[in-house]
């Protein structure tokens, strides 16, 4: 018996080449988007305060009331790793007085979010998240601009199916309205309740609007609208933020039953979803919160933002953003030496593999991303060469050190040609810089 094998924990994965280059990629992309728009890049430390998230996500919520990572450290601090990271961004915002900064703020980031979960295809316990923040703005010109931003950076993943789900939530006042007529409405059929939602009534009952569950959802075909309660100002809003939109060639649909898991939303609240994904089809959820700032101690603070699953986003890239990137990164070529040291390659004692070492070293200084396989067979050449969609294979013999050449040949066609050194070189740096103009435009 050898030693125990250990595996990654449960809901949680590794991610391996070459499927890591495509994350790499499409995290370039919201830079240069984000970048486009005023966005600067916010790290946040990958655990908090329990109290930030609880303060700020909700107490009521799925998220803190059973999903949280949280523990005790040596020290005695009750911290938890972030369920996400909206709290995290109004807390630094608050905590280095960016109040103060010419407003708005815009940030973004992107990194991992850790939920305990039920995982499933799509959801993980480790997940990941590309997400903005838009602070110190004004309604809905705000929430516009985020929108437009987002579905600008799905556009140039190569998206054209997606669906933005726009509705508003309202504010404090047409909620606290809705919720108690909601509540006069199920009340009496508290019985035909799961008990997750009777226990909702008490808590979060507009999270019963959430259900999956047959019954419940017949039960509230009839139940009263958010619609019915909202303010004059709430209304006006998300007529502005439609208009904008439509002004702009956004297109959305008023989903009127869209309400999001997190506490801190007020007024326009929207989601993405992709029908490419099953049960699991959100890939981005956001909105705008005036409360959340002033709850963490900051000033009255417009904030607006959304979290787009990476995860799943890789899960749905289109086709074509895929190609383009698989060219930008099949950009290895691959040395082979043939021939012995005798015939003065490479050193005595370092024999072939040093000399394959040696050029694939000459052409990376020359800007050409190359690996030695040293004297492998041309079989286990190419297969390697497939492997890492090498277009390339570089083969040195003692003929090409004795003549000053390389014999250069295509992957695809199989096809070689031997030429000098220096042509070689020119030709593999023209070959390699090609694939990246036709690929990064
Ligand atoms: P939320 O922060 O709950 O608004 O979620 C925003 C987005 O993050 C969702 O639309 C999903 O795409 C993604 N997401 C949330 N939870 C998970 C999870 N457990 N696994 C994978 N993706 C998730």
């Given at each position: 018996m050898g030693a125990k094998r250990y595996q990654a924990v449960k809901g949680t994965r590794d991610l391996l080449p070459p499927e890591t280059a495509l994350w790499a990629a499409v995290e370039a992309v919201a830079r240069r988007v984000f970048g486009r728009y005023g966005f600067g890049e916010i790290r946040t430390p990958i655990?908090?305060?329990t109290e930030l998230f609880a303060r700020g996500v909700g107490e009521s919520t799925d998220i803190v009331g059973k999903e949280m990572y949280s523990f005790t450290d040596k020290g005695g601090r009750n911290v938890t790793l972030r369920p996400e990271s909206t709290a995290s961004v109004c807390r630094a915002y608050v905590e280095h007085g960016m109040q103060t900064l010419p407003q708005p703020v815009r940030l973004f980031y992107i990194g991992p979010q850790f939920r305990y979960e039920r995982p499933q295809k799509g959801r993980y316990r480790q997940f990941h998240q590309i997400g903005a923040e838009l602070l110190g703005g004004k309604g809905a010109e705000s929430d516009a601009e985020i929108l437009l931003m987002l579905v600008a950076f799905l556009r140039e993943l190569g998206f054209t199916d997606l669906k933005v789900l726009l509705n508003t939530v309202g504010d404090a006042e047409s909620r606290a309205e809705f919720r108690r007529r909601l509540v006069e409405y199920l009340r009496p059929h508290a019985e035909a309740l799961s008990e997750d939602s009777r226990r909702r009534l008490d808590t979060?009952?507009?999270?019963?609007?959430?259900?999956?569950s047959p019954e419940e959802q017949k039960l509230l075909a009839g139940a009263p609208h958010l619609e019915e309660c909202l303010t004059d100002a709430s209304r006006s809003q998300f007529a502005r933020v439609q208009e904008i939109l439509d002004r702009m060639g956004v297109e959305y649909d008023v989903s009127s039953r869209l309400v999001r898991g997190?506490?801190?939303?007020?007024?326009t609240v929207f989601e993405i979803v992709s029908e490419?994904?099953?049960?699991?089809?959100?890939i981005c959820g956001g909105g705008a919160y005036e409360g959340l700032v002033e709850e963490l101690g900051g000033p009255a603070t417009y904030g607006v933002g959304f979290a787009i699953g990476e995860d799943r986003l890789i899960e749905v890239l289109p086709g074509s953003f895929k190609e383009k990137q698989k060219l930008q990164v099949g950009g290895t070529v691959v040395v082979r030496v043939i021939g012995?040291?005798?015939?003065?390659?490479?050193?005595?004692?370092?024999g072939l593999e040093v000399a394959g070492q040696e050029l694939a070293e000459e052409l990376r200084r020359a800007g050409v991303p190359a690996v030695s396989l040293g004297d492998a067979t041309p079989a286990k050449t190419y297969a390697y060469a497939e492997h890492v969609g090498a277009p390339a294979i570089v083969v040195l013999g003692g003929d090409e050190l004795k003549t000053g050449t390389l014999t250069v040949r295509t992957t695809a066609t199989r096809k070689q040609e031997t030429m000098p050194r220096e042509a070689a070189f020119s030709y593999l740096k023209a070959f390699f810089a090609s694939f990246v103009s036709s690929s990064s435009s």
């Open positions: 655990f908090e305060d979060n009952p507009l999270r019963i609007l959430d259900t999956k997190l506490d801190y939303y007020t007024n490419g994904l099953g049960a699991q089809n959100a012995d040291s005798a015939e003065g390659l490479g050193d005595a004692r370092g």
